[in-house]
């Protein structure tokens, strides 16, 4: 074969490789991205469960006005070594409250760490605020339990710190679940406004 003859059929070669790139790329620019889909979670009064840890009982009181309200089970978190009133001084230093508070990382040991919550749609998770959030043995049953594709209502009794930071930090450690609004109760609560809350949610109250 002449040179002629062999350049030709190497440009030759070369074009169509080119075209072969180009329909490639062509093609692939005309793929769009998928669109992405919102998460489906289940319907909010679909199976409920209230979970709460209460040091004082103060929160126990809400939370068994709201399973009385709508008729749903409960589910205590009780700490493998109990709080004591001792336990419970924040102005005393080196009070448990304080030690555990000073360490982020700390995780209270529960009991009953391998409770099935897999036919619930619905936690209702109840708690005291400490120090402007949730205490942390609510990171601890966090940890324990993976709670996604779950609707999770959070609430909580304080005199006056909100329920916002608690909010972000149980977002935060369960982000494939569906985090609503929670509710923010005193120690003095009146039933009502517990009703109104789960009324403005969407929670339906049990039929008698």
Not at 16 to 23: G, K, M, N, Y
Not at 41 to 58: C, G, H, Q, R, W
Not at 114 to 143: C, M, N, R, V
Not at 178 to 203: A, C, H, M, R
Request: glycine residues 6%.
């Amino acid at each position: 074969m002449e040179t002629k003859q062999i350049i030709v059929v190497i440009v030759a070669i070369i074009a169509a490789i080119a075209c072969i790139a180009a329909a490639v790329m062509l093609m692939n620019g005309d793929k769009k991205d998928p669109e992405p889909v919102d998460p489906v979670f289940p319907d909010l009064n679909e199976k409920v469960i209230v979970v709460y840890f209460s040091a004082t009982e103060v929160t126990e009181g809400v939370a068994e006005k709201i399973v009385d309200y709508l008729g749903c089970d409960s589910y205590r978190i009780e700490p493998v070594v109990p709080y004591t009133e001792e336990d419970l001084q924040r102005d005393v230093p080196g009070s448990r409250v304080n030690r555990e508070h000073s360490d982020p990382s700390f995780r209270p040991a529960i009991v009953d760490e391998k409770k099935d919550f897999s036919a619930y749609s619905t936690i209702i998770l109840g708690f005291p605020i400490w120090y402007h959030e949730e205490p942390q043995i609510i990171e601890t049953f966090l940890d324990k339990y993976d709670l996604s594709g779950k609707n999770v209502v959070p609430f909580c009794t304080s005199w006056s710190a909100g329920i916002a930071n608690a909010q972000i930090n149980i977002t935060k450690a369960e982000p494939d679940a569906n985090v609503i609004k929670g509710g923010q109760f005193p120690s003095g609560f009146i039933e009502q406004q517990i009703y109104d809350w789960l009324d403005s949610t969407g929670f339906m109250k049990k039929q008698n």
